[in-house]
């Protein structure tokens, strides 16, 4: 009875935050490698998961919508759109980014935010955007924050939330960034 209860306790505070039940998800069939991390309010498609294949270290951000059906077909066709999507090892999927139906994306991609993928993106690439535009190759994205990280200014985890960051350190750490325009958090 208490494993049961501790189950019932555990979804609903999942629902409550607006986490995503990657167990209850993988129960219907949806894969994913090691070191997903799932950001809030996040939806991978309830209804067709197990079409949704995800590789390893693979982030997605707050509400990110990853889509293998595609309803607008019912109202005129009387039938529901399916097709697979696959998202490679190392990939990034920032805030809001939606993943269209039959989408694959390949390894060492950074996808911006609010971008919408429709067609497919090669191994290495950074893109943005609706539609999503490759902007270059991944590994000159990175050199070049490898770059301004030498440059601008490096908070420790004492600047964050769960550091416990104080009132004056948030007002310092808005003026330091006035400054200099952008910085990092370790």
């Not at 090669?122 to 770059?147: E, F, H, I, K, Q």
């Not at 948030?170 to 370790?186: D, H, P, S, T």
Request: aromatic share 6%; hydrophobic share 40%.
């Amino acid at each position: 009875m208490k494993a049961i209860l501790g189950k019932l306790i555990y979804k609903l505070k999942l629902k409550v935050r607006g986490w995503t039940d990657i167990d209850a998800l993988k129960k219907k069939g949806f894969v994913c490698g090691d070191g997903l991390h799932v950001g809030r309010g996040t939806v991978i498609d309830p209804d067709y998961c197990w079409l949704i294949r995800l590789g390893d270290n693979v982030g997605l951000g707050p509400n990110v919508h990853l889509l293998a059906h595609d309803s607008r077909t019912r109202d005129d066709f009387g039938v529901v759109r399916v097709a697979p999507v696959v998202i490679g090892d190392n990939v990034a999927l920032s805030t809001r980014v939606i993943v269209m139906p039959g989408v694959t994306i390949g390894d060492n991609v950074a996808v911006g935010v609010g971008s919408v993928v429709y067609s497919d993106i090669p191994s290495n690439s950074v893109v943005v955007g609706n539609p999503a535009r490759r902007l270059g190759r991944l590994t000159g994205y990175m050199d070049d924050l490898a770059t301004q990280m030498d440059m601008f200014p490096k908070f420790d985890e004492s600047w964050t939330l769960r550091g416990n960051i104080t009132g004056e350190m948030k007002a310092e750490m808005i003026q330091i960034l006035r400054e200099n325009a952008k910085g990092f958090v370790r």
